[in-house]
């Protein structure tokens, strides 16, 4: 298997993390074992030992996989990188969205759809199943769907369920433990590279939103919830129909809300960052009703 597989970068991650429990001058377990216990097939298994031994974390030798260090943090595959297409698929489809910009009343085909992100037209499908709940889109008697419009009071009544279930999330997030806070603290970078090129790189926000609010929404750990917000980054993350006009000067003040809730946790000021969380919803709530176009307006 391609070293550039998501499943091998998954099955790498967890390799590490073997290797850590283990401890150095110790040999890993068999090929077999680890193809069990990395759920991976053992040709998968052996490219990641060569890797291990590329890196010089192990010497390799027949049966011998003897552990010479442990790994650092820096050598394991970010987790953007081990998700499949269908995890990914969601954000890709948004983002898709967004850079052609459909209009209401285009046609969707699974085909075309399945050929645009490589994966088969029953994970297409049932995608598209899931979002057709809501009302988004829907399935025509010819067997395509069509992309709905989007309503002013379709997202006034979205947001109000958005800020019922992510105060919670956010609420139990800044209860949790520094580990959990330093998921959210270590996207300053990413945030800080955006605004210090912000003209060439604004449009590279939406998908670090997305990120950032899924910090607390994965950590939440409710699968319905998860679900939800798939469909609210659909309408918030990547409205296709926003206003072009101030799109810039939107992005680089939701990077400043980002980074004023970022350097409260950093300070461990989880009431300073309650404040920063909350002005920033109301914040994006402002901005979604002034700035997206919604059908029957210009």
């Not at 790994?71 to 820096?74: D, E, L, T, V």
């Not at 052609?100 to 075309?112: A, F, Q, V, Y």
């Not at 645009?116 to 049932?126: A, G, H, K, L, P």
């Not at 992005?251 to 409260?264: D, K, T, V, W």
């Given at each position: 298997?391609s070293r550039?597989?998501?499943t091998f970068?998954e099955g790498?991650n967890?390799a590490?993390?073997?290797?850590?429990?283990?401890?150095t001058?110790?040999?890993?377990?068999?090929?077999v074992?680890?193809?069990?216990?990395?759920d991976?097939?053992r040709?998968?298994v052996r490219?990641?030992?060569?890797?291990?031994?590329?890196a010089?974390?192990?010497?390799?030798?027949?049966?011998?996989?003897r552990?010479?260090?442990m790994?650092?943090?820096?050598e394991y595959?970010?987790?953007?990188?081990t998700?499949?297409?269908a995890?990914?698929?969601?954000?890709?489809?948004m983002?898709?969205?967004?850079s052609?910009?459909?209009?209401?009343?285009?046609?969707?085909?699974?085909?075309?759809l399945?050929k645009?992100?490589?994966?088969?037209?029953?994970?297409?499908?049932?995608f598209l199943i899931?979002?057709?709940?809501f009302?988004?889109?829907?399935?025509?008697?010819?067997?395509?769907?069509?992309?709905n419009?989007?309503?002013?009071e379709?997202?006034?009544?979205?947001?109000?369920?958005?800020?019922?279930?992510?105060?919670?999330?956010?609420q139990?997030?800044l209860a949790?433990?520094?580990?959990r806070?330093g998921?959210?603290i270590?996207?300053?970078p990413?945030h800080?590279?955006?605004?210090?090129?912000?003209?060439?790189?604004?449009?590279?926000?939406?998908?670090?939103?997305?990120k950032?609010?899924?910090?607390?929404i994965d950590?939440?750990?409710?699968?319905?919830?998860q679900d939800?917000?798939?469909?609210i980054?659909?309408?918030?993350?990547?409205?296709?129909?926003?206003?072009?006009h101030?799109?810039?000067?939107r992005?680089?003040?939701?990077?400043?809300?980002?980074?004023?809730?970022?350097?409260?946790l950093?300070c461990?000021?989880?009431?300073r960052?309650?404040?920063a969380f909350?002005?920033?919803?109301?914040h994006?709530?402002?901005?979604?009703?002034a700035?997206?176009?919604?059908?029957?307006n210009?």
């Open positions: 298997m550039s597989s998501s970068k790498y967890r590490l993390d073997i290797v850590g429990s283990v401890g001058n110790v040999d890993l377990p068999t090929e074992c680890l193809s069990q216990k990395l991976v097939s040709t998968t490219g990641i030992l060569a890797g291990l031994q590329d010089g974390i192990i010497e390799w030798s027949g049966r011998s996989k552990v010479l260090r790994p650092r943090k820096a595959f970010p987790i953007s990188e998700e499949s297409i995890e990914k698929l969601p954000s890709l489809f983002e898709y969205l967004f052609d910009e459909l209009t209401p009343g285009t046609m969707l085909r699974e085909t075309d399945a645009e992100f490589n994966v088969s037209s029953t994970v297409i499908r049932e899931r979002f057709s709940r009302g988004l889109i829907e399935k025509t008697p010819n067997r395509h769907w069509v992309l419009g989007f309503t002013r379709f997202a006034e009544e979205l947001f109000m369920v958005r800020e019922m279930f992510e105060k919670t999330c956010f139990q997030f949790g433990d520094a580990d806070h998921e959210a270590k996207l300053r990413e800080e590279a955006i605004a210090e090129n912000i003209a060439d790189d604004y449009l590279l926000f939406p998908r670090l939103d997305e950032f609010h899924r910090v607390w950590s939440f750990g409710n699968r319905f919830v939800f917000f798939e469909l980054s659909l309408i918030f993350h990547y409205h296709y129909r926003w206003k072009k101030d799109e810039l000067e992005n680089h003040n939701a990077i400043a809300q980002h980074l004023e809730i970022i350097s409260a950093e461990a000021d989880t009431n960052a309650m404040v909350l002005a920033h919803l109301e994006a709530k402002e901005t979604l009703l700035s997206a176009v919604w059908d029957g210009t």
